[in-house]
Nanobody
Framework: QVQLVESGGGLVQAGGSLRLSCGAS????????MGWFRQRPGKEREFVAA????????YSADSVNGRFTISRDVAVNTVYLQMNSLKPEDTAVYYC??????????????????WGQGTRVTVYS
């Protein structure tokens, strides 16, 4: 089993920045892709960004492209989401997820085996 714990969420003014972290523990040697999803109020959970664990290939949603950057530190089993130029519509609970192999691609939540409990991000104007 893999346990994921997100941190770094909080309250931020529009235009500001936050850096989310997700630390993984347990059976992490099976990790293939790690991703970030978010759930905005009244909306379904949606893809934000993902990264291939071995080679660092990245994917991102059009809604955050150019503002959010995903990265990882393999040595400490941690994935990051640097969020810049935040907008009120970025307000959501952000979830970290881990996939052990390729299923439906990095953007589909069904590809992921493990999920964290989420960290809340609130952006005010």
């Amino acid at each position: 089993q893999v346990q994921l714990v997100e941190s770094g969420g909080g309250l931020v003014q529009a235009g500001g920045s936050l850096r989310l972290s997700c630390g993984a523990s347990g059976r992490t040697f099976t990790t293939y892709i790690m991703g970030w999803f978010r759930q905005r109020p009244g909306k379904e959970r949606e893809f934000v960004a993902a990264i291939g664990w071995s080679h660092g290939n990245t994917y991102s949603a059009d809604s955050v492209n150019g503002r959010f950057t995903i990265s990882r530190d393999v040595a400490v089993n941690t994935v990051y989401l640097q969020m810049n130029s935040l907008k009120p519509e970025d307000t959501a609970v952000y979830y970290c997820a881990d996939a052990s192999y390729w299923r439906l691609g990095p953007k589909d939540p069904s590809s992921y085996d493990y999920w964290g409990q989420g960290t809340r991000v609130t952006v005010y104007s």
